[in-house]
Every structure is written in C-alpha cells, then in structure tokens.
C-alpha cells in the first residue's frame, strides 16, 4: 500500500526531502505546496507529475492525502504542524519542530487521540556514523563517558529567522539525547553573542551536564573560518571522534589514562590512588561504516511508522527534550 503525501515547503532543504519522496516505492508525492512562485516552479520543472499550490488548504483538505512533510522556517512549524493533524494527517516536520515544549504537548495530545504519527526531522539519528558510534557506546567498548564536545561551525549559511543555536544544535542535542539513551535529566548553560546582526547570534556555547557527571559541550557557529562538523567523544577505555566532512568519518582512539596499581602496605595492590598513571596510547581503528542517505532511511522509517505503527525514533518525547534543552536556563548575556 502507498502512503500519498503532501509536502509544504521546498526552500533550500524540502527539495532533499522531496527528492527522497520520489524515489520510495511506497510513496506518492501528490501536491508540493510552498508561498514562492520560484520554488513551485522548481517543482513543476524537476517533477512535472506533481501539482503545486500556494495554499496549505489544497493539502489539507485533499481526503486522499494522509501525510504531510513540513520543511518551512521554524516560526511557521507549530502552527502547520497543528493544522495538519487536525486534518488527520500525520506529520514529519523538520527540526525543531517547535519553539516552546508545551506547544509540543499540544501537537502530541492531538496525534495521540487522533491516533496519528508525529516524526520529527532530526535527520541525523538515521545517519550510518551516528548509529555506529550509539553501538559502540552501548556496547561497552569505550567504557564509561567521561565528556563529549561538538563543533558545528562554518563561514554561513547566515540566518535572520533564528540564530546559530536554533539552526544548528538541535542537530547535535538530539545525537547526545540519542547516544546517552534519552535521559530527561540535565543542567543547562549556555552563552551566545550577537557579532553580525543584532539579536541573532553568531556563534553559541552551550554545555549541558547529564547524570553520572558526563558533561557535554555544543560549539555552534556561522562565524567561523573552517567548515568542522565534528564530535569528540572521550570513555573511560577509548575515546572517538566522529568527523562528519572527512572521509574516515570514525575514528576509535585505543587511548586513555589508567592508574596503576602499587604494592600497597598489606602487600596487595589496591592503593590505586597515590598518583601514578599510566598513559595508553594503543590502536587506532578506522571502521567501515555502510553509507545510506539519512533522508532515505528517515522516510522509510516515517512510512513504516504510518503503516505498521513502529515506534517512531525521532517521536515527540525526543523532539521535546531537545525544545527543552534549547529553552532551558536563558543565556548568560541576557542575564
Ligand atoms: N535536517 C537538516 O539537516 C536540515 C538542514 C537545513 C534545514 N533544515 C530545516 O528545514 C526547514 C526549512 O529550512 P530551509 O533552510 O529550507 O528554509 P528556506 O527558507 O530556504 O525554505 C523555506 C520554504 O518554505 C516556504 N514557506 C514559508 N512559509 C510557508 C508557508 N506558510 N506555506 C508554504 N510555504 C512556506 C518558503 O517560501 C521557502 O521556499 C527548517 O526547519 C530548517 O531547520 C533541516
């Protein structure tokens, strides 16, 4: 059976959704709706099958429709996003999907009484190398998480509907609430500074920490000589780093700092804690991850979600922690 969609908004980022919606067996892409006369053209000359319309009602009234994709600014995803599953429709909005948690409680107890599948575009839970790591972490191979940093920095794409922080730390929230297996507990800090266009930073540092004292920090820029989409993640036996613009994008350190054990005055060796450390710096091992277009394994699994009610990964209650993360304790500037 073919789920048919609707998909609202095809700027910059709705044509790689778009795109990966025509190419699924499963799906039919029945009307793409955006407000630019320019980006419907787009549309009717890449994908002539496909209707298009300025007006967001011509989906949600069509009964054949039953999914909508929404990739338009962040500002406009509540309000769509509410509309469509009053519609019935269910939905995959791209990140964030709103801007206040109980605007997602809203959404969730709509879909819930209405039987409905929110799926949130956090795109990089269905990235190979992201899932490679969540294996490695589970599995016990890097020993206990001591801290992970991300970087996510670049010389633009500039924004002015939100800042470096909204445009790209859901991205790198969403992977640490998918890594460290969804806790909803956390401390929140973080610092921003406007340097380019008033009111809308440039560049963010926000630092969150997790229990067992594993402390993250999330390095997000637009103002930055180097395109770096890396993280570091440091274990008690091995240590990471996940390097999304490389061609070895895993590297699994065999390094860490372990204490070495001396005789102690009972001739055992338990004085573990009289400062002498041993410095490993063993292997270092570049896996072979297998390449799937996130995009792909992401719509697939939004349609298994609609027809076989799988669980959805990127389901509410993820999409809230990382509204609440983003939310939590105000930036230190505006104190
Ligand atoms: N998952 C990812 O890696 C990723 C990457 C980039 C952007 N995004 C997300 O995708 C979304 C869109 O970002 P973008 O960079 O494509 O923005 P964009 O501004 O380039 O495109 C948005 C499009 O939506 C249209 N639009 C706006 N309001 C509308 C409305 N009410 N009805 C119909 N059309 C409307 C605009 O005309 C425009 O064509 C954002 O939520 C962004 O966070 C995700």
Redesign the pocket.
Known sequence: MKVNFGQ???????PNLLRNLVANPDCEVKRV????ED?RNFVSTNYPSVEVS?D?DSILNDKDISAVII????N??FD?AKRALLAGKHILV???IATEVKQLEELDAIATKNDLVICA????LYNSAVRYVKKLIDSGELGDIRYIYCQRLNLGRI?S??DALW?FA??DISIMQYWLNEPNEFEVSKRGMDYVQNGVDDVVFLNILYPKNIMVNIHVSWLDPLKVRRITVVGSKKMVVYDDVAENKIMIYDKGIDHIATLGERMDFDRTNVGQFNLRSGDVLIPKIDWQEPLKVEIEHFVDCILNGTKCLTDINHAKNVVRILTENSDLKDD
Do not use: A, M, Q
């Open positions: 609202i908004g095809v700027g910059y980022w709705g709706v955006d407000l630019s980006r300025e967001v990739s338009t600014p962040v406009t995803h769509l791209e990140k964030p575009g956090h795109t990089f924004r509907d939100v445009n859901p991205h």
